[in-house]
C-alpha cells in the first residue's frame, strides 16, 4: 500500500502529550509548595495563637461580662467549690461552738471571711478566680475541715446538728409569717388618719348643729321608707366613706335614682358623722335612713345566741388576750367578728318588718351598673339571690365547715357550692315563711365552743340558707379586688358589682393601685372636709 505524502500525514499527537504532561507537573510543584507554606503556618499557629487567644478571650470577656451567677453553678470553676467548701465550714463553725472549741471555731471564721472577700472581689471585677488565688484558701479550709472531721465532728454529727438548726429557722419563719398576718389585719382593721379626722368634723357639726337634728327626725318618719314599690338596699358598717361610695355608685348608675332607698345601721360612735355626712350631702334624690344599732333593744343576749355570746368572757378574752394560741389564724380573731354589725344581715326581716324584698350591699362594693332589675329576678321560692363561688375547689362546703362532726356530716353535702356575701337579693315574705333567723340562732348555739366553724358570717349563712340559695348570673357580682392582683380587665368591666374583700382595702395605703380607680372615682372630693383631711 502507498503511503501518502508528507502534506496528507495527520498531525504528529506526541507534540500535545508533552505540553499536558509538562502542564500537569507545574500544577504538581504548586500544590506541594502551597502544601509546605500551610503546613509551617499552621505549625506556628499552634505555637503562637494560644497567647493571642488568651488575650482575646479576656477582652471578650470584659466586654461580654462574665455572668457570676453562671459561675458558681459551673462545676468546673473554683468559685463553685469555694462556695461549697464554705456552706460546709459554716456548719462545722457551728458544731464548734457547741462544742466550746472556739479556737477552732475562730479559725474557720477567718477563713470563711477570706473565701467570701475572693468571691466578692470576683463578681467586683466580673472575671473568673483564677488557680493561684483559690488554691490557698481551698488548701486551708480542707485542712481545717479534716481537723474538725479528726474532732469527731463526724457526718451524723453534722446532719443531726443542721435538722436542729433548720428546725429552729422553720420555726422562726412560721412566726415571722404570722406576725406579718397579724401586722397586715392591724393594717386592715385601724382607721386611717385622714378618714378619723373626717368623722371628727362631721361628729363636731352634728353635735352643734341642732338643724341637723330636726332634719334627721323629720326625715325618719318618710312613708318612702316603707314604700314595697321602691328599690330598697341596706348596708350595715361603720365606714363613713366606704359606705358614701357604695352608695354614690349606685345612684350615678341608676336610671331613676329619686326610686332608691338607703337603709344604713351603724354603731353609736359613728351614728353622728354618718347622720351629718348623708343629711348634708344630696345623693341625686334618693332616699337614706341611717339607724343606730344600740336603739335595736330587742337585739339582747336573751333573744340573740351571738349577741350573748360576744358578751361573754371567754370570747373578749379570745380575742383581746396578749396570750394568744398562735395555731389560730390570725384573720380570726378580727375584731369586727365581735361586732353585731357583723351579723345584722341575719335580722333584716326583723329591722324592716314591713319590707318584702331587699338588695343587702357589704361596705367594700362598688357598683357599676344599673340594679334595679335584681328585685325582678325570679329566685324560684328561695331566699336568698347570690353568686356562687364554687368554680374552685376550695369554695365548697367542706372547706368553711368541720365535716368530721356527724351534726354537719350528716345534714350537709360537703361538695356542695358556696356562695357569697357583698350582694344579695333578700326575699323577706320567704324568709320569715322558712324561718331563716331561727335556723341561724339554732347552728350558733350549736358552734358555742367553736367546733362547727371558727368565726365569721359566711359559715352560719350557709347552714342557715342550704337549700334556699338561688344562684345568680356570676356577672353581678365579681370578688376579689381586695386581694387576688391578676383579674381579668374583661371580667371587672362587664361585673355590676366589684368587690374588695380581702385586706386591701381601697381606703388603705395598701390597696392594689392597678383596682384603687374604680373605687377613688365615687369619693366626693370636692367636699370641703374631704378635701382638708385628705390632703393636709
Same mark, same amino acid.
Given at each position: 500500500?502507498?503511503?501518502?505524502?508528507?502534506?496528507?500525514?495527520?498531525?504528529?499527537?506526541?507534540? *500535545?502529550?508533552?505540553?499536558?504532561?509538562? &502542564?500537569?507537573?507545574? %500544577?504538581?510543584?504548586?500544590?506541594?509548595?502551597?502544601?509546605?507554606?500551610?503546613?509551617?503556618?499552621?505549625?506556628?499557629?499552634?505555637?503562637?495563637?494560644?497567647?493571642?487567644?488568651?488575650?482575646?478571650?479576656?477582652?471578650?470577656?470584659?466586654?461580654?461580662?462574665?455572668?457570676?451567677?453562671? !459561675?458558681?453553678?459551673?462545676?468546673?470553676?473554683?468559685?463553685? $467549690?469555694?462556695?461549697?467548701?464554705?456552706?460546709?465550714?459554716?456548719?462545722?463553725? %457551728?458544731?464548734?461552738?457547741?462544742?466550746?472549741?472556739?479556737?477552732?471555731?475562730?479559725?474557720?471564721?477567718?477563713?470563711?471571711?477570706?473565701?467570701?472577700?475572693?468571691?466578692?472581689?470576683?463578681?467586683?471585677?466580673?472575671?473568673? %478566680?483564677?488557680?493561684?488565688?483559690?488554691?490557698?484558701? =481551698?488548701?486551708?479550709?480542707?485542712?481545717? =475541715?479534716?481537723?474538725?472531721?479528726?474532732?469527731?465532728?463526724?457526718?451524723?454529727?453534722? %446532719? =443531726?446538728?443542721?435538722?436542729?438548726?433548720? #428546725?429552729? &429557722?422553720?420555726?422562726?419563719?412560721?412566726?415571722?409569717?404570722?406576725?406579718?398576718?397579724?401586722?397586715?389585719?392591724?393594717?386592715?382593721?385601724?382607721?386611717?388618719?385622714?378618714?378619723?379626722?373626717?368623722?371628727?368634723?362631721?361628729?363636731?357639726?352634728?353635735?352643734?348643729?341642732?338643724?341637723?337634728? !330636726?332634719?334627721?327626725?323629720?326625715?325618719?318618719?318618710?312613708?318612702?321608707?316603707?314604700?314595697?314599690?321602691?328599690?330598697?338596699?341596706?348596708?350595715?358598717?361603720?365606714?363613713?366613706?366606704?359606705?358614701?361610695?357604695?352608695?354614690?355608685?349606685?345612684?350615678?348608675?341608676?336610671?331613676?335614682?329619686?326610686?332608691?332607698?338607703?337603709?344604713?345601721?351603724?354603731?353609736?360612735?359613728?351614728?353622728?358623722?354618718? #347622720?351629718?355626712? +348623708?343629711?348634708?350631702?344630696? +345623693?341625686?334624690?334618693?332616699?337614706?335612713?341611717? #339607724?343606730?344599732?344600740?336603739?335595736?333593744?330587742?337585739?339582747?343576749?336573751?333573744?340573740?345566741?351571738?349577741?350573748?355570746?360576744?358578751?361573754?368572757?371567754?370570747?373578749?378574752?379570745?380575742?383581746?388576750?396578749?396570750?394568744?394560741?398562735?395555731?389560730?389564724?390570725?384573720?380570726?380573731?378580727?375584731?369586727?367578728?365581735?361586732?353585731?354589725?357583723?351579723?345584722?344581715?341575719?335580722?333584716?326581716?326583723?329591722?324592716?318588718? #314591713?319590707?318584702?324584698?331587699?338588695?343587702?350591699?357589704?361596705?367594700?362594693?362598688?357598683?357599676?351598673?344599673?340594679?334595679?332589675?335584681?328585685?325582678?329576678?325570679?329566685?324560684?321560692?328561695?331566699?336568698?339571690?347570690?353568686?356562687?363561688?364554687?368554680? !374552685?375547689?376550695?369554695?365548697?362546703?367542706?372547706?368553711?365547715?368541720?365535716?368530721?362532726?356527724?351534726?354537719?356530716?350528716?345534714?350537709?353535702?360537703? $361538695?356542695?357550692?358556696?356562695?357569697?356575701?357583698?350582694?344579695?337579693?333578700?326575699?323577706?315574705?320567704?324568709?320569715?315563711?322558712?324561718?331563716?333567723?331561727?335556723?341561724?340562732?339554732?347552728? $350558733?348555739?350549736?358552734?358555742?365552743?367553736?367546733?362547727?366553724?371558727?368565726?365569721?358570717?359566711?359559715?352560719?349563712? &350557709?347552714?342557715?340558707?342550704?337549700?334556699?340559695?338561688?344562684?345568680?348570673?356570676?356577672?353581678?357580682?365579681?370578688?376579689?379586688?381586695?386581694?387576688?392582683?391578676? =383579674?381579668?380587665?374583661?371580667?371587672?368591666?362587664?361585673?355590676?358589682?366589684?368587690? +374588695?374583700?380581702?385586706?386591701?382595702?381601697?381606703?388603705?395605703?395598701?390597696?392594689?393601685?392597678?383596682?384603687?380607680?374604680?373605687?377613688?372615682?365615687?369619693?366626693?372630693?370636692?367636699?370641703? *372636709?374631704?378635701?382638708?383631711?385628705?390632703?393636709?
Amino acid at each position: 500500500m502507498r503511503r501518502r505524502p508528507a502534506d496528507y500525514r495527520r498531525p504528529v499527537r506526541r507534540r *500535545y502529550s508533552c505540553w499536558i504532561w509538562s &502542564l500537569l507537573g507545574l %500544577i504538581s510543584i504548586a500544590g506541594f509548595l502551597l502544601f509546605v507554606v500551610h503546613h509551617n503556618q499552621t505549625h506556628e499557629d499552634r505555637v503562637e495563637h494560644p497567647i493571642l487567644d488568651k488575650n482575646e478571650v479576656n477582652d471578650r470577656v470584659a466586654h461580654e461580662r462574665l455572668n457570676y451567677t453562671e !459561675e458558681l453553678l459551673n462545676v468546673n470553676s473554683y468559685a463553685r $467549690q469555694l462556695a461549697e467548701q464554705m456552706t460546709l465550714a459554716k456548719a462545722y463553725v %457551728i458544731i464548734a461552738k457547741e462544742h466550746n472549741n472556739l479556737h477552732l471555731a475562730w479559725e474557720l471564721s477567718s477563713k470563711i471571711r477570706s473565701c467570701q472577700l475572693l468571691l466578692s472581689k470576683a463578681a467586683m471585677r466580673e472575671e473568673p %478566680i483564677t488557680l493561684d488565688e483559690a488554691e490557698p484558701i =481551698i488548701k486551708g479550709l480542707s485542712s481545717l =475541715i479534716f481537723k474538725a472531721q479528726e474532732a469527731h465532728y463526724d457526718i451524723a454529727t453534722t %446532719i =443531726i446538728t443542721m435538722k436542729s438548726h433548720i #428546725q429552729a &429557722l422553720e420555726e422562726r419563719a412560721s412566726a415571722a409569717t404570722v406576725q406579718s398576718t397579724v401586722f397586715g389585719q392591724l393594717a386592715t382593721e385601724a382607721l386611717p388618719k385622714n378618714l378619723h379626722c373626717l368623722h371628727v368634723k362631721l361628729t363636731a357639726d352634728w353635735i352643734e348643729n341642732k338643724s341637723l337634728k !330636726e332634719l334627721a327626725n323629720e326625715k325618719r318618719n318618710s312613708p318612702r321608707l316603707l314604700d314595697n314599690n321602691l328599690y330598697h338596699f341596706c348596708v350595715f358598717s361603720d365606714n363613713l366613706v366606704a359606705v358614701s361610695v357604695v352608695i354614690n355608685s349606685t345612684v350615678s348608675n341608676a336610671d331613676h335614682p329619686k326610686q332608691l332607698v338607703f337603709h344604713i345601721v351603724t354603731n353609736g360612735v359613728n351614728y353622728g358623722a354618718m #347622720q351629718a355626712w +348623708f343629711l348634708s350631702n344630696d +345623693f341625686k334624690g334618693s332616699t337614706i335612713e341611717v #339607724q343606730n344599732i344600740e336603739d335595736f333593744t330587742w337585739l339582747n343576749a336573751s333573744y340573740s345566741p351571738i349577741a350573748k355570746q360576744l358578751l361573754e368572757k371567754v370570747s373578749q378574752a379570745y380575742y383581746f388576750e396578749e396570750s394568744l394560741d398562735m395555731k389560730i389564724e390570725p384573720k380570726f380573731r378580727n375584731p369586727k367578728h365581735i361586732s353585731l354589725l357583723n351579723h345584722l344581715r341575719f335580722y333584716i326581716p326583723e329591722i324592716y318588718p #314591713q319590707l318584702e324584698k331587699v338588695v343587702f350591699l357589704d361596705d367594700d362594693v362598688v357598683v357599676q351598673k344599673e340594679l334595679t332589675s335584681l328585685f325582678s329576678l325570679d329566685l324560684h321560692g328561695n331566699v336568698n339571690g347570690a353568686v356562687e363561688t364554687c368554680l !374552685e375547689a376550695f369554695h365548697r362546703y367542706y372547706k368553711y365547715l368541720n365535716f368530721s362532726n356527724p351534726i354537719i356530716s350528716s345534714k350537709f353535702d360537703p $361538695q356542695a357550692c358556696g356562695w357569697a356575701f357583698g350582694v344579695n337579693v333578700f326575699d323577706l315574705i320567704a324568709w320569715r315563711k322558712a324561718n331563716v333567723t331561727d335556723r341561724y340562732h339554732y347552728w $350558733q348555739q350549736q358552734n358555742v365552743d367553736r367546733s362547727l366553724w371558727k368565726l365569721g358570717t359566711l359559715p352560719p349563712g &350557709l347552714l342557715a340558707f342550704y337549700g334556699l340559695t338561688e344562684p345568680l348570673d356570676r356577672r353581678w357580682h365579681v370578688l376579689g379586688l381586695g386581694y387576688d392582683l391578676s =383579674i381579668d380587665n374583661r371580667l371587672i368591666e362587664t361585673a355590676a358589682v366589684i368587690h +374588695f374583700n380581702g385586706n386591701m382595702k381601697p381606703w388603705l395605703k395598701l390597696a392594689i393601685g392597678r383596682y384603687k380607680p374604680l373605687w377613688k372615682r365615687y369619693v366626693n372630693q370636692s367636699h370641703p *372636709y374631704l378635701q382638708y383631711c385628705f390632703t393636709s
